[in-house]
Each structure stands twice: as structure tokens, then as C-alpha cells.
């Protein structure tokens, strides 16, 4: 294995946690992500926007090893890295909340959590230590609405759900943590818990990409936008220099406007 080059503390702070280089994926003839460049860095919020069918959740299943890619190049930390399924993309420290949440109803808290990946000693589950760390993680985030994390998950509301599902998603070292349409079906108050949750994530430390069709949620959330649309990337956005309606138009027309005089950094599509 070659030698790693140390890079200066200044280089490091702004190297992206990960970072996709002329990503492209097709299904048959149809192609679904053409030269896609994303990054997401630490302690960031990235927003993934664009219409149905303009690659989000295909450069998601990715990244998180569903999908093979067909071309492109895909780094972690600044080092290329191959991602051959999802088991490598947990080893890289990459987590996704899927939209269904993937959590079981008639298990619990605590068994959510660990689903998969139990403690046990002799082949006996380790409750006291698994419930320790269950407690712990939801402390650290802050989720305090869910009263007992012995409590069967089909008990809880849509917005405890999603908390669950994006503790279990952070509590396993995690560096970045996707989360696929988190306010989705939420009411409003729901939103907003989920909303402060994904906040106190990239205040944490960690990168956040969050995908979702809800502009307000977005503005409310995201450090940077990226837009994709017919499988390219049309431009990324500082959320404090741009607007709903440039947004927008990158999403609808693939318009790369300018944003307080910086091009945006993707060519437009044709």
C-alpha cells in the first residue's frame, strides 16, 4: 500500500467527507446519472434537490453501495475509495434513513437500534449495556419526546419514528448520515422536531446530506444546495446567498444563475 501524503491541518478542515468525480450510472438505455460531481463536509447540511427522476436517489444508492457505478470516481477523506456494497459503505462510516425507516413495529426502542448488530455475550443478549447506549444516543441528540425506549415502535408518533431511525443511523460511528425524505407525511409540529434534529447533526460534527422536495424545510435546514436535474448536476447553492426561486429555476429549467456574483459550479443542461 503507497504512502499516505499528510496534508496540512487547513487542507484537512475543508476536505470533503465524501465526494463523487463524474459519477455516471445507467439503466440500460436510459441514463440516469451523467458526470455527477457531489461533496457533502464535515459539520455540514447538504441539501439534494431536483424534480422525479433527476437522480437523487440513484446517486444515494450509490454512494451507499445499492448500485454499482459505471463510471466516475468516489473519495472518502480525500482518499479514492471503491464502494462494492453496502457492508463497504458502513465500514466508511456512511449511514442512510431510507424513507420507510426500515424499523420493525413490534420490536422496541432499544431492539430498533440494534437490529442486526446485537450485543451479546455467550450467545445472551447484553440488555444492560444496549440500553445504556440506546439512552445515551437519543441524550446526545437531544430526543426527549419518546418516554420510554422500551416502548414498541409502533406506539410512537411519525416524527419519534424518524428520531429512532436517524439515532440508530449516528450511533454506529457514523462521519456521514443520509437521510431520504426525513418530514415526509409529518405534521407540522412532527417537522420541526425532525427539522431541529438534522440540525443539532451537522452542529455535532457529523455531515448531514438530506434530500427532500420541500424547499421550506431545506431553507430552513441546508448549509448548500446541490440540484440535480435529468441526471446531472445543474449547480450548488450557498443557502444564504440564494433564494426559493433561483432554486427553483436550477430544479424546473436547469438554469445555473449566478449567487451574489459566483457562477454556479455545474454546467447547465442543454
Not at 91 to 119: F, K, P
Not at 124 to 140: D, I, N, Q, S
Not at 212 to 225: K, P, Q
Not at 233 to 255: L, M, P
Request: proline share 3%; net charge negative.
Amino acid at each position: 500500500m503507497s504512502a499516505v501524503t499528510a496534508v496540512p491541518t487547513t487542507e484537512r478542515v475543508a476536505m470533503p467527507v465524501l465526494e463523487t468525480r463524474g459519477l455516471s450510472k445507467s439503466f440500460g438505455p436510459v441514463t440516469a446519472l451523467d458526470s455527477v460531481d457531489f461533496e457533502v463536509r464535515a459539520g455540514e447540511v447538504m441539501a439534494l434537490v431536483g424534480d422525479n427522476g433527476a437522480g437523487k436517489s440513484t446517486l444515494i444508492k450509490c454512494i451507499a453501495g445499492i448500485y454499482s457505478i459505471d463510471a466516475g470516481d468516489v473519495y472518502a477523506n480525500g482518499e479514492q475509495v471503491s464502494i462494492n456494497g453496502p457492508k463497504d459503505a458502513g465500514r466508511l462510516g456512511i449511514e442512510v434513513v431510507y424513507q420507510d425507516l426500515a424499523l420493525c413495529d413490534n420490536l422496541d426502542v432499544v431492539q430498533n437500534m440494534y437490529l442486526g448488530r446485537e450485543s451479546n455475550q455467550w450467545q445472551v443478549l447484553r440488555e444492560t449495556p444496549m440500553e445504556a447506549k440506546t439512552r445515551e444516543t437519543l441524550a446526545g441528540l437531544r430526543v426527549t419526546t419518546i418516554r420510554s425506549i422500551r416502548q414498541t415502535v409502533a406506539t410512537l408518533s411519525g416524527g419519534q419514528r424518524q428520531s429512532v431511525a436517524v439515532a440508530r443511523a449516528v450511533m454506529w460511528n457514523s462521519k456521514l448520515v443520509i437521510l431520504d425524505e426525513p418530514t415526509a407525511a409529518l405534521g407540522v409540529a412532527q417537522t420541526e422536531q425532525v427539522l431541529a434534529l438534522v440540525r443539532r447533526l451537522g452542529e455535532q460534527g457529523l455531515a448531514v446530506v438530506i434530500i427532500s422536495h420541500n424547499l421550506h424545510d431545506i431553507f430552513e435546514t441546508a448549509d448548500r444546495i446541490t440540484v440535480l436535474r435529468l441526471g446531472r448536476n445543474v449547480g450548488i447553492y450557498e443557502r444564504r446567498k440564494t433564494t426559493q426561486q433561483e432554486v427553483v429555476e436550477a430544479i424546473t429549467a436547469g438554469i445555473p444563475t449566478k449567487v451574489s456574483g459566483i457562477p454556479a459550479t455545474a454546467e447547465a443542461t442543454p
